[in-house]
């Protein structure tokens, strides 16, 4: 009977790190996604930054190609990316996201309306000249840096 129980326990235990297991695999491709979308924010932000600093010659086609996409995925729905229990106290190195992106929603979807507001500003004036761009991208680089300081893990 003992025994039987003791059995029963280390089938239990193992069952529950194979469940553990499963659900942190459940969490990839989740995270994967948001990683790829930040992924795109930091190529278009990264042309914007460099036509703005002079280091890209300016080019009022892909400076709005960059500043309508940015907005398009700011608009996208990414709810679903970012699942319950998938931060970095959880995942460890497979992620930067903070649990305080649950804990304390919802700031992070108030930080996500910041950044679609400053890339509604954006937008209207960053195909007019590199001016209209250097007047614009320092609110979108804020509504960024707004995000990630309380919610992502520093490097
Ligand atoms: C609403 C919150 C929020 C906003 C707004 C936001 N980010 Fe992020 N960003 C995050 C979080 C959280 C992570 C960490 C994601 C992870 O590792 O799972 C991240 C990660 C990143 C990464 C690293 C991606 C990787 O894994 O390689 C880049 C680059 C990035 N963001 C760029 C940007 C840029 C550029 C903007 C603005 C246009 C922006 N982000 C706006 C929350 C935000």
Redesign the pocket.
Same mark, same amino acid.
């Given at each position: 009977m003992l025994k039987a129980l003791r059995n029963a326990g280390i089938a239990i235990a193992a069952m529950s790190v194979l469940a553990a297991g499963a659900q942190a695999a459940s969490m990839d491709k989740p $995270?994967a996604a948001?990683?790829a979308v +930040?992924?795109i924010?930091?190529f278009? +932000?990264g042309q914007l930054g460099a036509m703005a600093k002079g280091k890209m010659e300016y080019n009022a086609k892909t400076a709005q190609a960059a500043a309508n996409s !940015?907005l398009a995925l700011?608009k996208m729905n990414t709810g679903s990316m970012w699942v319950p229990g998938?931060g970095n106290d959880k995942l460890g190195d497979k992620?930067?996201?903070?649990p305080e992106?649950w804990s304390t929603y919802p700031d $992070?979807?108030n930080?996500?309306k910041? !950044?679609v507001m400053a890339l509604e500003g954006m937008v209207k004036v960053v195909g007019s000249g590199v001016d209209g761009l250097r007047g614009s991208i320092g609110a979108?680089?804020k509504?960024?840096g707004?995000?990630?300081k309380p919610?992502?893990?520093k490097k």
């Open positions: $995270v948001r990683q +930040m992924k924010n930091g278009y +932000m !940015l700011a998938s992620t930067r996201a903070k992106i $992070v979807a930080k996500g910041d !950044l979108v680089g509504a960024c707004g995000c990630h919610f992502r893990e």
